[in-house]
């Protein structure tokens, strides 16, 4: 090695040393590093990093939330560990973090198509329950939970009602509940799933509709809000719910209209009338469902 290498480490090492030094002139930041097992004249080589990992770490002792994490990656802290007397960096996860991850695992159970974030956290401890007109909804789902897995045939639920009374976050906090359970789900707002499902005949058509056909629990959401065509009730909803009469599959429904009115908005498409299809749509909606009707005031103005 020659004289101009030879000054240019001993340069690189005293900058290292006086950059380490000053570092731990931070009694804190001393007493964090001081904890790891590992020798000065390596932990001297990552100061920068260290100063890095410190400066998250006291992030994470502040912090009173997910949602107010200052970390470069949120909810991780980047942490040294020690490993055969090398230093290693790597992201950890916080336990809010970790809390939040564990809340959402039953997301994995559920699809949500076209489906508001609200009610994708559908909660039941966040139901209004001040409302007596929910009173016979609660017992159903009540019951539902602990005879579903027990009971064969168990029926879904046609709930239909006034606009905003909360019908879709009922449903949506009972399926939610279920995919805590581990129990596949999915929560379909259906004129927008038609609409979808149209578009994609030259993709993933058939994995969509399919899905929607099998999964054990399923929701419609504002069915009837739809543009009625032979297609889409002759080729979508009728094979659906024919489908999942047979399978004894629960399919939950929620409208606007009555049955009643489902049927006659059923009957008319640009082709004309055709009573009789409409007809039994319905019929294997109430095989499916027990109907309630849910009139209340509109909880979203």
Sequence with gaps: MNKIEEYINKSNSTDLKHSYMDACSNKDFYKYISSLPIEEDILMKYTSTLEECFDEYSNCKSCKSFNMCKNKVSGYCLTPEVEEKSLNFSYICCDKKAKIDEEEKYLQNIKYYDIPQEIRKAS??????????????????????????????????????????????????????????????????????????????????????????????????????????????????????????????????????TLEELENNLAITSSGVDKLKAKRIVERIKQLTVPIELISKNRRS
């Design 124 to 257: 039941f401890k966040d139901l209004y329950n001040d409302d007596t007109a929910r009173v016979p909804i609660m017992k159903y789902i009540k019951d539902f939970v602990k005879n579903y897995g027990k009971k064969d045939n168990l029926k879904g639920l046609y709930l239909h009602g006034s606009f905003g009374s909360g019908k879709t976050y009922l449903v949506a906090a009972l399926l939610n509940d279920m995919a805590k359970k581990k129990v596949k789900c999915a929560c379909v707002y259906y004129p927008e799933f038609l609409r979808d499902l149209k578009a994609s005949f030259k993709t993933d058509y058939e994995e969509k509709f399919r899905y929607i056909k099998k999964v054990p629990l399923l929701l419609l959401d504002d069915i009837g809000a739809e543009n009625v065509s032979n297609f889409s009730r002759d080729e979508i909803l009728g094979p659906i719910l024919q489908y999942r009469m047979e399978e004894n599959l629960p399919t939950f429904f929620t409208s606007n209209l």
